[in-house]
């Protein structure tokens, strides 16, 4: 089954120079925004985008038009925030539409913001995306040059100043609420909702904050409307999704496919499966903050419900780690642990001792110094992450950032306690004989 | 250290994009890196006089950041993921191959770092924020030193802009 391409068309059909401003405007770029300031905001917020059920491609998947409802009427000014700060593990895709289409995201920048009538928006760009910084950049002051953006824009009264801020290595700073605390010069620390940012986020100002893939999206949707893009996908998961392949296969590569073509179409087909025909032992369908799923998960289709609902998982971020027949998981879950415990910000008591708690059991299971409580320690103890321990998570911290820690633990349990029972063999513990013979 | 007079004038012109001037605080670190190659105190108290911080304000979030150097690093900064993507592709082996490597370099500061979004090239390095790979420990090397010798020409050290006359 072939691609749908349809954020990812001018890039993958104009690889040399999709980056470019004679590229965009060669191949229809900025007619959508043409469009779009000919209509109404309400029209496009209503008739186009809630129509066309585009759903946030961050990772929470939140109905997009529905966040822009939020907005409290009559209050200015009103910030719109990018996310361009892509970290969550094995994820690719917005650091590509922001190297190499930069104008598309720019584009749905200014359409989004004259639908959320908000005349300054900031894209917080990830700090290692060096050459996507530059060519953004370069394209923000073209886009100013041919009158896309600034004061009138093409003749239609709206204006709008969009601002390029540089993270600096942060994966915390990709949350929602942690991306605004850094764009006002602090720590990337979350904060508590509520307040929601759509009434308090950047500078206490009104906020909508959306994520790269998802504002890339717009212009096809003005362009050929909400109704065609809701006739793609399945369900309530609607349009297509660009989903990043990679750890063990073929052809490890971002893939743009219609919601509800399934894991293995994705894996098998379009990125070539497992090299040297060997098996699949697991994958990871939605970045690190997923919890896993196994060869027999192979055609459950890509619906973000399904997924989240009957599969205790969740599509998240779209990015689609594959681990073949030699993969230890117990190494691979002890390396997602120390990232966690690595990018925890602290604020939350649960988020920062748990994740350290995690990342030391997993390694000493993972190295061959564990303990046969092992796996039922991290579960007594994660039960105060996320209580219940059941997909979708609960969390007793301020971010999702808490729970995530909690996702390969549970998964390990899930399909693999026989194995590690084995494994951890007898307690071999050196234990300290209590004094005096007993009544310690 | 002060910021030079250019870099004085890009910093005012920074504070004036925001509509609250601390939020320039991250760029200005990033200005004060590329200038003199990493984040000194007296860097972080001169971007606290312009912002009106203290300057355990400006460490407080530069120490939270891990692109900001507060020790001086090489003039190549050599990152190396060893994420999951990384980890079943050699990305823990080539990082030990490169630290070892370059243990005595005082040029090159190898550092692992977390998954860097280019998993499609696994196991992936960037050197001064330039993606390279999929890259073994030769290929990886024979990069490395094309930048040394300037056969490449690297990026600043916060990866800002390519330039090969700036100031280090």
Redesign the interface.
Known sequence: MPETRIVTKRLRDHPEDSWTLDRYLSTGGYEALRKALGMTPEAIQDEQVKASGLRGRGGAGFGTGQKWSFLPKDVYPRYLAVNAD???????K??MLVERDPHQLIEGVVISAFAVECH?AFVYV??????G??RLSRAIAEAYDRGFLGRNILGSGFDLDV?L???????IAGDETGLLS???????MPRIKPPFPAVQGL?AKPTVVNNVETLSTVPAIIERGGDWYAGLGVGRSTGTRIF?V???VER???YEVELGTTFRELIEGLAGGVPGGRSIRFF?PGG?SSPWLMPEHLDEPTDMDHVQNDLKSMLGSG?I?V??ET?DPL??AW??AK?FA??S?GKCTPCREGSGWIEKILYRMSHGLGRPDDLDLMLDFGDNVVPGLNAPFAQTTICALGPSIMSNVVSLDRYFRDEIAERMGADTRTRIPAPGGGGG | MAFTPENRARADEIVARYPVAKSATLPLLHLAQDQDGWVSPDAMEEIGRILDLTSAQVLGVCSFYSMFKREPVGQLVVSVCTNVSCLVNGGPELLRALEDRHLDDDDVSVEEVECLAACDLAPVMQVNYDYHGPVDVEAAATIIDEYKSRVRTPRTISGTRVDAGAAR
């Open positions: 892509e970290g969550e593990p094995s994820t690719f917005d650091h300054l990830r700090g290692e995306f060096a050459l910084y530059e601002i801020h540089r993270g600096a290595g942060s994966y850094s764009l006002e010069g602090e720590r990337a500078f990043s990679s750890g063990h490890p590569a971002n990871i690190a990015a780690m681990f073949d993969t190494l691979v390396r997602l990232f690595h990018e910000c």
